[in-house]
């Protein structure tokens, strides 16, 4: 089970065998997100209150491609459960 809080290891991608804290979870699209992986420029437009530009923040990975790491053992687990036929 996912929760915010837990650390995983990213499985596949350009951050792949890297570590992270979860910091967002949705769980309707089966996504979450890691604190400082999976890092994209996002364009901003100005507004009155705020300065547009360029602006780097985290965006989601599929709770597929993570897997748990046991704080006790320091080995991973999926996350993904499995049907038997």
């Not at 499985?11 to 309707?28: A, C, P, Q, V, Y």
């Not at 992986?37 to 709770?63: C, D, P």
Request: avoid cysteine; glycine fraction near 8%; proline fraction near 0%.
């Amino acid at each position: 089970m996912i929760k915010k809080g837990i650390k995983v290891k990213i499985l596949t991608g350009k951050d792949k065998k890297k570590e992270g804290e979860i910091i967002e979870i949705d769980r309707s699209n089966n996504r979450a997100k890691v604190k400082d992986l999976n890092i994209v420029k996002k364009h901003v437009k100005t507004t009155k209150e705020k300065k547009g530009g360029i602006v780097s923040k985290e965006n989601y990975i599929n709770i597929s491609n993570l897997a748990v790491i046991d704080q006790k053992t320091k080995t991973t687990k999926s996350t993904q459960k499995g049907t038997k036929k």
